[in-house]
């Protein structure tokens, strides 16, 4: 069969295998979930068998030690995929909920149900994890997944998406529930892009570039997130104490993930007390600092900031700064180059806070706390398959709901339309 | 300037007219929406002069009688246009809703907070009214919103555009807030399904040629509906009576709407009474029958079906006819054609009409009630501005809640991540 041809087969079948996985009841979605973790366990082996040939490969091609991390299987990573299933196994089941239910002039009743979206497809690059992961979330919703992994795993993703196909036979579930693009060949996501009749969205995770090629190319609607410039504004009734611990946290304990703070804004106030302390932190933490020329002035080590920091996502030790007038220019800052995910105000004041909180168009807004707290296990979502950045559907963590949508039921007995 | 850099402009203007709706009260927001109601009014003669010069080139250029129609701004038209708005005065802002607020472990409280898409872009055709209509609705959820109306409409649309435009300014709004394409090339199109920058949505209505040339344009997620595909399923044990009364209402009150049933679904247990019984009154109301062998044993007079008849959109007094043998063959059935709109069943069996109610993968299910209720009115979200059959963000028609997001808001006093 060509490529072509086996998208398009694998498509369909999902479609069908969406049908009975929406069927299915939270027991039988869980025994499959608690199968794929007990499968994954006892194939530990084989599976860092498959991994090996994975890494012996990368390391013919060369790739970096860090991308060969990402990609190693340790008996840590065969715990934690476990582990993160079990954890799904214990979160309620989001399909069937009841969202409202109301009784019309007309006589008929109208409730609102959560069902499955249908099928998925998963884009994703390198961590062969997120095979597991994200067809345990996709799942525990009620839908089918159509997996593309990245091509540096491709052994170590067929042989985890074998123990998913025996996990969903063992439990009665056809395995087409969840599939994985048997091939390398790039053409593949492109066919797959074009399958709308049985794929209703696509999911991709990695690389900017690999996500503006999937917005570009698909005729399926999108949940994406293409980067996280986060700022943190310190007012000038900020409680500077808490306001530099928030900025290091937010800044340096994992500086290359997406909610980390990539530009600290500093009301014009309080820079003369506030850098200096904050400064001598970042130095001590190796955070190298681009400053504006008012920064500068209070942090002369600082290195001056060019138009290219403001919109940069770092994703790294590295941290913009800007001096403003007041959280109406932070505001017009960040309405200027944010990226619609995470920005936090340091302040004692309610109403500058609220004004902050008005005012800051991203999908989540702290007052007080670390951006680092943008993430579904953080805000309550139970775990997260992504975060969106754009606003249709979800905006923010996506966990076990944003996976659902909602369709109308309605009872009667016998209504027409006058 | 060129096309393309006054839609760029345009729309870079909206993403900054966009903060200040975002921001306006409910009551800016219904006094704008009381003034464009008020100055429609006043200004009649000079819209219906507008309207004059599209009625008579679209003489010249040879349309039909029924476009020319659609296309007419009535004194009726009017009234209905303001009446339109003052009726989305009366209902609720979305905006600011709190639809959760919890205290996480780590201390911090959070809520999901209904925010403004933010700038919505909408492409029509023909009628007029739809410029007036969307408007409203977009503006009352805090949206900026740009529109490009048909060709066809161009003077209409232009003078009822700087109606809204005067009643922004009016109310210490920008005029940007509401922006109609000033121009008619197709060019213009193009450009502005690529401001993925400055444009949140976009939402077609029209034929499906239009929508399928959006969403695979479109860099811009849309939501959309292709058509509308409709069933009513005849149980076996079905209040034969009811089931007519629903039928007939299904397909002929308004045979030209997307919520029109389409085909009829019977089980042979009934097809001896039913299909007599129905056919009788289908043939008083002049419907076509297009049937299945099975159907034309009962009813003679009926054409017979081709497969191109199941996948149909007749918009007309035209019915595909099919006996079934059970429920699951009827789900069967609609999974192979159905459209995601909407499908009902009558029965009086309840375990039955459940089993329907899952397995049908469609924005509204009906049990004992007619095809035509999914209606953004009619199921109590006041109004609507579309329907969306896919399922991301909406599915079913889409009122003000539809044209909003959710954000984050986390209130911490100096939590950070561990």
Same mark, same amino acid.
């Given at each position: 069969?060509?490529?072509?041809?086996?998208?398009?087969?694998?498509?369909?079948?999902?479609?069908?295998?969406?049908?009975?996985?929406? /069927?299915?009841? &939270?027991?039988?979605?869980? %025994?499959? @979930? $608690?199968? !794929?973790?007990? +499968?994954?366990?006892?194939? *530990?082996? /084989?599976?860092?068998?498959?991994?090996?040939?994975? !890494?012996?490969?990368?390391?013919?091609?060369?790739?970096?030690?860090?991308?060969?991390?990402?990609?190693?299987?340790?008996?840590?990573?065969?715990?934690?995929?476990?582990?993160?299933?079990?954890?799904?196994?214990?979160?309620?089941?989001?399909?069937?909920?009841?969202?409202? +239910?109301?009784?019309?002039?007309?006589?008929?009743?109208?409730?609102?149900?959560?069902?499955?979206?249908?099928?998925?497809?998963?884009?994703?690059?390198?961590?062969?994890?997120?095979?597991?992961?994200?067809?345990?979330?996709?799942?525990?919703?009620?839908?089918?997944?159509?997996?593309?992994?990245?091509?540096?795993?491709?052994?170590?993703?067929?042989?985890? *998406?074998?123990?998913?196909?025996? *996990?969903?036979?063992?439990?009665?579930?056809?395995?087409?529930?969840?599939?994985?693009?048997?091939?390398?060949?790039?053409?593949?996501?492109?066919?797959?892009?074009?399958?709308?009749?049985?794929?209703?969205?696509?999911?991709? %995770?990695?690389?900017?570039?690999?996500?503006?090629?999937? $917005?570009?190319?698909?005729?399926?609607?999108?949940?994406?997130?293409?980067?996280?410039?986060?700022?943190?504004?310190?007012?000038?009734?900020?409680?500077?104490?808490?306001?530099?611990?928030?900025?290091?946290?937010?800044?340096?304990?994992?500086?290359?993930?997406?909610?980390?703070?990539?530009?600290?804004?500093?009301?014009?106030?309080?820079?003369?007390?506030?850098?200096?302390?904050?400064?001598?932190?970042?130095?001590?933490?190796?955070?190298?600092?681009?400053?504006?020329?008012? &920064?500068?002035?209070? @942090? /002369?080590?600082?290195?001056? *900031?060019?138009?290219?920091?403001?919109?940069?996502?770092?994703?790294? @030790?590295? @941290?913009?700064?800007?001096?403003?007038?007041?959280?109406?220019?932070?505001?017009?800052? !960040?309405?200027?180059?944010?990226?619609?995910?995470?920005?936090?105000?340091? &302040?004692?004041?309610?109403?500058?806070?609220?004004?902050?909180?008005?005012?800051?168009?991203?999908?989540?807004?702290?007052?007080?706390?670390?951006?680092?707290?943008?993430?579904?296990?953080?805000?309550?979502?139970? +775990?997260?398959?992504?975060?969106? +950045?754009?606003?249709?559907?979800?905006?923010?963590?996506?966990?076990?709901?944003?996976?659902?949508?909602?369709?109308?039921?309605?009872?009667?007995?016998?209504?027409? %339309?006058?």
């Amino acid at each position: 069969m060509s490529v072509e041809a086996t998208i398009v087969e694998m498509a369909r079948q999902a479609k069908k295998a969406a049908r009975d996985v929406a /069927a299915a009841t &939270t027991d039988c979605k869980n %025994r499959v @979930l $608690t199968s !794929i973790a007990e +499968t994954i366990e006892n194939r *530990a082996d /084989a599976i860092q068998a498959e991994n090996l040939k994975d !890494i012996e490969r990368a390391r013919e091609m060369g790739l970096s030690p860090a991308m060969i991390d990402r990609l190693t299987i340790t008996d840590a990573t065969i715990a934690s995929m476990a582990g993160g299933l079990r954890d799904v196994v214990a979160l309620p089941d989001p399909v069937g909920e009841v969202t409202s +239910t109301e009784e019309r002039p007309s006589g008929i009743t109208v409730s609102r149900v959560r069902i499955p979206l249908g099928v998925i497809g998963m884009i994703y690059e390198s961590r062969p994890n997120v095979t597991i992961d994200a067809a345990g979330l996709c799942l525990k919703a009620g839908n089918a997944i159509i997996l593309r992994g990245g091509s540096e795993a491709f052994y170590s993703n067929m042989v985890l *998406a074998g123990c998913i196909a025996d *996990a969903l036979e063992e439990n009665g579930l056809p395995k087409e529930v969840v599939q994985l693009i048997p091939m390398r060949d790039r053409e593949a996501v492109n066919v797959l892009l074009k399958q709308e009749d049985f794929i209703d969205v696509m999911i991709p %995770r990695g690389g900017e570039g690999l996500i503006r090629f999937v $917005t570009a190319n698909s005729l399926i609607p999108v949940l994406k997130h293409y980067k996280g410039v986060c700022h943190v504004y310190v007012d000038k009734e900020a409680d500077l104490e808490k306001a530099k611990a928030i900025c290091i946290n937010s800044k340096v304990q994992r500086p290359g993930v997406c909610n980390a703070m990539e530009t600290m804004l500093v009301h014009r106030d309080v820079a003369q007390a506030y850098l200096p302390l904050v400064g001598a932190a970042f130095k001590e933490a190796g955070v190298t600092l681009k400053g504006c020329p008012e &920064t500068r002035k209070h @942090l /002369a080590w600082a290195e001056e *900031a060019v138009e290219a920091d403001w919109p940069a996502e770092y994703l790294d @030790l590295t @941290l913009a700064v800007k001096v403003v007038d007041s959280v109406d220019e932070a505001l017009e800052h !960040i309405a200027a180059y944010n990226s619609g995910h995470t920005e936090s105000i340091v &302040t004692t004041n309610e109403e500058t806070a609220k004004r902050f909180v008005q005012g800051a168009d991203s999908s989540a807004v702290m007052v007080n706390a670390s951006t680092r707290f943008n993430d579904g296990g953080e805000l309550g979502l139970g +775990t997260e398959i992504g975060i969106s +950045t754009s606003k249709l559907h979800a905006f923010g963590p996506m966990g076990l709901e944003e996976l659902t949508s909602r369709k109308f039921v309605v009872y009667g007995d016998g209504q027409i %339309r006058g």
